[in-house]
């Protein structure tokens, strides 16, 4: 593993930091797309219905329900469940099927600045 340093992209220095926080989230992107392009079958588990499925059960499970204390009903979970249905159809189901590696927590939080100056992710 790479130390990537302790310095958060959405927490750069004032001075600049609209400017330069924009930069580096473009490179961040650009890495993000370039490791896509690198995607090769059977390196990591496939990204399929059953961890998408779960990934999107985080959210209500952990975020809404224990994060935020808002208990889901029946009607809430209907919405839910419709759109979770459309987010994995949009992804499991986009250009023919094509698969790409799926980095976890790609969220400016977890966007860290390298030594070197390039973006990573911690």
């Given at each position: 593993?790479?130390?990537?340093?302790?310095?958060?992209?959405?927490?750069?220095?004032?001075?600049?930091?609209?400017?330069?926080?924009?930069?580096?989230?473009?490179?961040?992107?650009?890495?993000?797309?370039?490791?896509?392009?690198?995607?090769?079958?059977?390196?990591?588990?496939?990204?399929?219905?059953?961890?998408?499925?779960?990934?999107?059960?985080?959210?209500?499970?952990?975020?809404?329900?224990?994060?935020?204390?808002?208990?889901?009903?029946?009607?809430?979970?209907?919405?839910?469940?419709?759109l979770?249905?459309?987010?994995?159809?949009?992804n499991?189901?986009?250009?023919?099927?094509?698969?790409?590696?799926?980095?976890?927590?790609?969220?400016?939080?977890?966007?860290?600045?390298?030594?070197?100056?390039?973006?990573?992710?911690?």
């Amino acid at each position: 593993a790479e130390y990537m340093g302790l310095e958060v992209i959405d927490q750069t220095p004032e001075a600049g930091r609209a400017q330069r926080a924009y930069g580096l989230y473009r490179d961040a992107v650009d890495a993000l797309v370039s490791w896509q392009l690198a995607s090769r079958p059977d390196v990591l588990p496939p990204y399929d219905d059953a961890l998408l499925s779960r990934e999107l059960a985080l959210f209500p499970d952990w975020y809404v329900e224990k994060h935020r204390g808002i208990a889901i009903d029946n009607t809430l979970r209907g919405k839910l469940d419709a759109l979770f249905a459309q987010i994995r159809d949009s992804n499991l189901n986009s250009l023919g099927g094509a698969r790409v590696y799926v980095p976890r927590d790609f969220m400016p939080r977890n966007l860290m600045v390298a030594q070197d100056g390039a973006p990573g992710l911690g």
